[in-house]
């Protein structure tokens, strides 16, 4: 059995510092209310204090996509070591898809997160918008998902005319 490759382990250690990341961000902006106004810098809102319910909406909607996301990257994981010994294996298929389905259910939840931010920090009197469209990044993670996830049974039929074929010599 071959060794598994240095950039294996490096990748390993970048998918567990994204999954951090990605965890961890969303949560600290919304601590901090000069982080929430310069998140918000380009959105054209202006947020004074962010109170505790502004707080809770805010986390929620963004931390939402983030676990989404952090699952599918944690689901990465044991399909590192397989891939940085180049062989091909049915959790490499599976892991591809849990990961194209994640990116998917981000893309197509990016449009409903944004409208209830948008909806909760204008909620004042007289203030109140809702903006409902479609970002580029939306249909862009959704078409990768699309394309992650038509890939997973690939390989792992892939991985299964091999093994069959492996039986034959």
Same mark, same amino acid.
């Given at each position: 059995m071959s060794q598994v490759n240095p950039a294996a382990r490096r990748a390993g250690i970048a998918v567990?510092?994204?999954?951090?990341?990605?965890?961890?961000? &969303?949560?600290?902006?919304?601590?901090?209310?000069?982080?929430?106004?310069?998140?918000?810098?380009?959105?054209?809102?202006?947020?004074g204090p962010v109170s505790p319910a502004?707080?809770?909406?805010?986390?929620?909607?963004?931390?939402? &996509?983030?676990?989404?996301?952090?699952?599918?990257?944690?689901?990465?994981?044991?399909?590192?070591? &397989?891939?940085g010994r180049g062989e091909v294996a049915p959790r490499v298929g599976a892991a591809l898809h849990r990961?194209?389905?994640s990116v998917l259910l981000v893309g197509l939840y990016e449009p409903i997160g944004r409208t209830v931010l948008l909806a909760a920090l204008t909620l004042a009197p007289g203030r109140l918008a809702i903006e409902i469209g479609?970002?580029?990044?939306?249909?862009?993670l959704v078409a990768l998902g699309a394309v992650l996830m038509a890939l997973g049974p690939v390989l792992r039929s892939a991985a299964a005319a091999l093994e069959e074929n492996q039986g034959f010599v």
């Open positions: 567990l510092a994204a999954i951090a990341f990605t965890v961890v961000a &969303p949560v600290a902006i919304w601590f901090d209310d000069r982080l929430v106004a310069l998140a918000l810098l380009g959105q054209g809102v202006v947020v502004l707080r809770a909406v805010g986390i929620g909607t963004t931390l939402l &996509p983030s676990l989404c996301l952090a699952w599918g990257l944690f689901g990465l994981m044991p399909a590192l070591r &397989p891939i990961l194209g389905l479609i970002s580029t990044d939306a249909v862009l």
